[in-house]
């Protein structure tokens, strides 16, 4: 069984992780968001931007719930390191 400040670090380290694929989706948010918006500029009220648009929307909102939940993930890990402090 790992000692109380391997867990620590373990879970501090998961933290770290959350961020960087927070920080990795902020990114990917931004160039489907510049997609989104080429296609719109460029074929907008066309049947070519029906037929691409809707995939570009879901991928700006599948990103979106994607930050929500590492960030969730992040706050719930800080959450336990701060009970899992207080325990110890």
């Not at 501090?12 to 948010?29: D, M, P, R, S």
């Not at 160039?31 to 991928?59: C, F, I, K, R």
Request: include cysteine.
């Amino acid at each position: 069984m790992a000692t109380h400040e391997e867990t620590l670090a373990q879970l501090y380290q998961g933290v770290e992780h959350c961020e960087n694929i927070h920080n990795a989706i902020q990114h990917a948010l931004l160039m489907a968001t510049n997609l989104s918006e080429s296609l719109q500029n460029s074929l907008g009220g066309t049947g070519a931007y029906d037929e691409v648009g809707g995939y570009s929307e879901s991928v700006l909102t599948q990103l979106q719930l994607s930050a929500q939940t590492v960030e969730q993930t992040k706050q719930a890990i800080e959450s336990l390191m701060v009970r899992f402090d207080i325990v110890y």
